[in-house]
């Protein structure tokens, strides 16, 4: 979530579900820690178009950003910074961009799409904070209205995680159109999310756990009714947090709500939700079905979820803003892909190494007013720029743009930073940035002279890193003249001495034309002393 958090001690999250938006405000109290004030809940129905989750309906829009503009004016009565998140309905939509437009000119929201995996994550985050699980293999699994996220995590760490097109409304939509319930249709759809579980399912099968753990409104609303079938246990709780329920309770509720065969008679069961009547059923149907195919004979209900996770997230992020380095789990998630498909990581390393050097100097000479995040950008676009070469020498740039936009190893980062971290490696060689690339011309002008400059910087980098021996010990960088006559002069420095710089000398005076441009200003490259 790149969106800047401001000043003051509160801080608002909203998570844009398919089936209904959720907004958190909560005051900060240290780094990683946050007293929630208020909440809100709207049941938006964003993801109830036609077809297979590819189109969001006008109407659903409207309701959408009307609901976005008062969950706005909330957080703005707090003071708080908004951090926005969509996830299933939005991610798949094919005209998502109009309401990302319409969320951000009438609602004052920009909205940041993530993917299944980074929700899976965020997910994990926020029940670390409502469950004593830390320490614990946790297999976790929320079921919303597009998809179904699983992980498995243990101290914070992502282990595995997943996201399969599996929600309680587009099944609902596929299965349960019809007033009345045909058992054919049951059966039906609990073939389908078998399927649909089980190539995730052999590989977790494989790998233990100590807890399962559910969240997300349609497990609650399973264990609601759950509960009320308990009614000679004891009042309900207060808070369903930390409620345990079995496989055969879940197995139960499903063989209620399938006897219920029209939406009137499901009404009627016990502990039911009316506001999710119409959808719990293929949400139970997924529950059912993931419990038995992954083993769980008994779950744990988390009323913590996506929101409070963005909310940690972006706690996190405000506190270690000033870490000049890549934030922890995302720069192992990108060292590791690195590890898998770069066989040259000195190389890489050193790369990034001078590159962001390059950055802080141009920084602190007023050439540019980028910040943190567009450092670490290039830092991972350094770390990233040749995993292409897995797949080819030959135009390798445009497979490292592939591998790293279709990458489910990058944790933490949104959608639109994978996109610019693709787009900057895209741009480390061979042909400048041009509005007629398709990956470039479809950024903001913005971003577009983000990625000129970085990947400037990065082209004159791996040049100083011609020959992979890492014969460039520093550079200093120096402006020059006055006025007209004003140049940057690239003063380069052996790391030991003698050692001929000719070839990266060469190079980065033959590669230096972006940054040029960029810059707007003449560059030469020299050695020292010269």
């Given at each position: 979530m790149n969106d800047a958090v401001p000043a003051p001690d509160t801080i608002a999250a909203v998570d844009i579900g398919t089936n209904s938006f959720h907004l958190v405000v909560a005051r900060t109290d240290g780094p990683g820690r946050f007293d929630v004030i208020e909440r809100e809940k709207e049941m938006v129905r964003l993801g109830s178009g036609a077809g297979d989750m590819r189109e969001l309906d006008p109407d659903a829009i409207d309701r959408g950003v009307a609901a976005l503009r008062r969950m706005r004016q909330v957080a703005d009565i707090h003071g708080a910074g908004l951090v926005a998140v969509a996830t299933s309905a939005v991610r798949e939509a094919d005209n998502a961009k109009t309401f990302l437009k319409r969320a951000r000119q009438e609602a004052g929201v920009r909205v940041q799409v993530i993917s299944g995996v980074e929700e899976a994550r965020l997910i994990y985050l926020g029940v670390l904070q409502a469950l004593p699980v830390y320490d614990r293999r946790t297999l976790l699994i929320d079921i919303g209205g597009g998809s179904t996220e699983i992980l498995l995590g243990r101290k914070g760490e992502v282990l595995e995680a997943g996201s399969l097109k599996l929600g309680a409304i587009r099944l609902t939509r596929r299965f349960f159109r019809s007033e009345t319930l045909h058992p054919a249709a049951l059966?039906?759809?609990?073939?389908?999310?078998?399927?649909?579980?089980?190539?995730?399912?052999?590989?977790?099968?494989?790998?233990?756990?100590?807890?399962?753990?559910?969240?997300?409104?349609?497990?609650?609303?399973?264990?609601?009714?759950?509960?009320?079938?308990?009614?000679?246990?004891?009042?309900?709780?207060?808070?369903?947090?930390?409620?345990?329920?079995?496989?055969?309770?879940?197995?139960?509720?499903?063989?209620?709500?399938?006897?219920?065969?029209?939406?009137?008679?499901?009404?009627?069961?016990?502990?039911?939700?009316?506001?999710?009547?119409?959808?719990?059923?293929?949400?139970a149907v997924i529950l059912e079905q993931a419990m038995q195919v992954l083993g769980i004979e008994s779950m744990v209900l988390s009323d913590y979820a996506l929101r409070e996770g963005v909310l940690l997230d972006a706690l996190q992020r405000r506190h270690g803003s000033a870490r000049h380095h890549l934030r922890d789990l995302r720069r192992r998630s990108v060292e590791h892909l690195a590890d898998l498909m770069d066989d040259d990581r000195a190389h890489s390393n050193a790369v990034a190494v001078l590159a962001l050097d390059l950055f802080d100097q141009l920084r602190e000479l007023g050439l540019h007013d980028l910040g943190d995040d567009s450092r670490e950008l290039l830092e991972a676009s350094a770390l990233l720029s040749n995993v292409g070469k897995f797949v080819s020498h030959d135009s390798h740039h445009k497979h490292s743009y592939y591998v790293i936009r279709n990458s489910d190893r990058l944790m933490g980062f949104t959608d639109?930073?994978?996109?610019?971290?693709?787009?900057?490696?895209?741009?480390?060689?061979?042909?400048?940035?041009?509005?007629?690339?398709?990956?470039?011309?479809?950024?903001?002008?913005?971003?577009?002279?983000?990625?000129?400059?970085?990947?400037?910087?990065?082209?004159v980098a791996i040049a100083l890193d011609r020959t992979h021996d890492g014969l460039v010990g520093s550079v200093r960088a120096k402006v020059r003249g006055k006025d007209d006559e004003r140049r940057l002069t690239?003063?380069?420095?052996?790391?030991?001495?003698?050692?001929?710089?000719?070839?990266?000398?060469?190079?980065?005076?033959?590669?230096?034309?972006?940054?040029?441009?960029?810059?707007?200003?003449?560059?030469?490259?020299?050695?020292?002393?010269?």
């Amino acid at each position: 979530m790149n969106d800047a958090v401001p000043a003051p001690d509160t801080i608002a999250a909203v998570d844009i579900g398919t089936n209904s938006f959720h907004l958190v405000v909560a005051r900060t109290d240290g780094p990683g820690r946050f007293d929630v004030i208020e909440r809100e809940k709207e049941m938006v129905r964003l993801g109830s178009g036609a077809g297979d989750m590819r189109e969001l309906d006008p109407d659903a829009i409207d309701r959408g950003v009307a609901a976005l503009r008062r969950m706005r004016q909330v957080a703005d009565i707090h003071g708080a910074g908004l951090v926005a998140v969509a996830t299933s309905a939005v991610r798949e939509a094919d005209n998502a961009k109009t309401f990302l437009k319409r969320a951000r000119q009438e609602a004052g929201v920009r909205v940041q799409v993530i993917s299944g995996v980074e929700e899976a994550r965020l997910i994990y985050l926020g029940v670390l904070q409502a469950l004593p699980v830390y320490d614990r293999r946790t297999l976790l699994i929320d079921i919303g209205g597009g998809s179904t996220e699983i992980l498995l995590g243990r101290k914070g760490e992502v282990l595995e995680a997943g996201s399969l097109k599996l929600g309680a409304i587009r099944l609902t939509r596929r299965f349960f159109r019809s007033e009345t319930l045909h058992p054919a249709a049951l059966d039906a759809c609990r073939r389908h999310v078998r399927a649909a579980l089980a190539p995730m399912a052999r590989d977790l099968r494989r790998k233990e756990f100590d807890v399962a753990v559910g969240s997300s409104g349609t497990i609650e609303s399973v264990a609601e009714i759950v509960q009320a079938h308990r009614a000679h246990e004891g009042p309900a709780p207060r808070t369903f947090n930390g409620f345990e329920f079995t496989r055969q309770e879940v197995r139960d509720v499903l063989a209620r709500l399938a006897a219920a065969a029209t939406l009137e008679e499901r009404l009627t069961v016990p502990g039911i939700d009316s506001r999710r009547a119409d959808i719990i059923l293929g949400g139970a149907v997924i529950l059912e079905q993931a419990m038995q195919v992954l083993g769980i004979e008994s779950m744990v209900l988390s009323d913590y979820a996506l929101r409070e996770g963005v909310l940690l997230d972006a706690l996190q992020r405000r506190h270690g803003s000033a870490r000049h380095h890549l934030r922890d789990l995302r720069r192992r998630s990108v060292e590791h892909l690195a590890d898998l498909m770069d066989d040259d990581r000195a190389h890489s390393n050193a790369v990034a190494v001078l590159a962001l050097d390059l950055f802080d100097q141009l920084r602190e000479l007023g050439l540019h007013d980028l910040g943190d995040d567009s450092r670490e950008l290039l830092e991972a676009s350094a770390l990233l720029s040749n995993v292409g070469k897995f797949v080819s020498h030959d135009s390798h740039h445009k497979h490292s743009y592939y591998v790293i936009r279709n990458s489910d190893r990058l944790m933490g980062f949104t959608d639109p930073e994978i996109e610019l971290l693709a787009v900057i490696a895209r741009y480390h060689r061979k042909a400048d940035p041009r509005a007629g690339h398709p990956e470039f011309g479809l950024l903001t002008e913005d971003d577009q002279r983000r990625v000129r400059l970085l990947a400037g910087v990065l082209r004159v980098a791996i040049a100083l890193d011609r020959t992979h021996d890492g014969l460039v010990g520093s550079v200093r960088a120096k402006v020059r003249g006055k006025d007209d006559e004003r140049r940057l002069t690239l003063v380069v420095t052996a790391e030991r001495s003698p050692a001929d710089l000719s070839l990266e000398l060469y190079t980065a005076d033959d590669r230096r034309g972006l940054l040029e441009a960029a810059l707007e200003l003449p560059i030469e490259v020299v050695a020292a002393g010269e």
